[in-house]
């Protein structure tokens, strides 16, 4: 059974920093020609869709980044691949959202449009809250 519990969350001024932990258990990471296994963080602010924030999958160079985001936060993992990360940095009020992990087999045609989406993914954390206040 695939588990995803966040931290990291919590109060952070403008122009200030935070970083999220995703601890991913049960989840098995496979690849082949059509889909790759993937983590990724998502917000949702109130009355706002589900927004995808960044992607790393196994064998890609590196995330993907909404284009919100780009140069203000990183997606990371750690060796073992048990844990993902999201820096966030240069923080304004837009940021404030519950933010969730997220894990799934992503076709590798949704990964090329750039642009994921909740549907893409199984399964799902509970969220931690972000507030950013100027």
């Keep these: 059974q695939v588990h995803l519990v966040e931290s990291g969350g919590g109060s952070a001024m403008a122009g200030g920093s935070l970083r999220l932990s995703c601890a991913a258990s049960g989840f098995t990471y496979t690849m082949n020609r059509i889909r790759t296994s993937c983590l990724a963080w998502f917000r949702q602010a109130p009355g706002r869709e589900r927004e995808g924030v960044a992607v790393i999958c196994i064998g890609g160079s590196g995330g993907q980044y909404a284009d919100s985001v780009k140069g203000r936060f990183t997606i990371s993992q750690d060796t073992s691949m048990k844990m993902v990360y999201l820096e966030m940095n240069s923080l304004n009020s837009e940021d404030t ?10 076709l590798h045609s949704r990964l090329q449009t750039g642009n994921i989406e909740a549907g893409d993914f199984t399964y799902w954390g509970q969220g931690t809250q972000v507030t950013v206040s100027s």
Excluded: H, N
């Excluded at 959202?97 to 992503?106: D, E």
């Design 97 to 106: 959202a519950m933010y969730y992990c997220a894990a799934g087999s992503v």
